[in-house]
Nanobody, 124 residues
Framework: VQLQASGGGLVQVGGSLRLSCEAFGRTFSHSAVGWFRQAPGKEREFVAAIRLSDTITAYADSVKGRFTISRDNGKNTVYLQMNSLRPEDTAVYYC??????????????????WGQGTHVTVSS
């Protein structure tokens, strides 16, 4: 399975962006997709994840109430709607696929396939 992330860009503080993660190849209905981000000079961190079978979601505390993860199984695509963006949201955002059935992990090491990343810059 290959993942392609898109939708990043430059936005002002308080603005919105919607990231997309499209899966190519075999899809796994019991998998989970996560979004992670890495800012310059910082470690990669968990942002949000969704379990494809039942749409159970998880969010990092820093994005709760501002970001929403969703999926469209017909399009093999997972979205990350980002509202009320802040300068500290500036990072490269990656989507990743966890093939383990029933799991919804915050740990990037649990994810099997990664997209190429899309840049998000929030200017003040």
């Amino acid at each position: 399975v290959q993942l392609q992330a898109s939708g990043g860009g430059l936005v002002q503080v308080g603005g919105s962006l919607r990231l997309s993660c499209e899966a190519f190849g075999r899809t796994f209905s019991h998998s989970a997709v996560g979004w992670f981000r890495q800012a310059p000079g910082k470690e990669r961190e968990f942002v949000a994840a969704i379990r494809l079978s039942d749409t159970i979601t998880a969010y990092a505390d820093s994005v709760k109430g501002r970001f929403t993860i969703s999926r469209d199984n017909g399009k093999n695509t997972v979205y990350l709607q980002m509202n009320s963006l802040r300068p500290e949201d500036t990072a490269v955002y990656y989507c990743a696929l966890d093939l383990a059935a029933g799991r919804l992990s915050y740990d990037g090491r649990m994810y099997n396939s990664w997209g190429q990343g899309t840049h998000v810059t929030v200017s003040s």
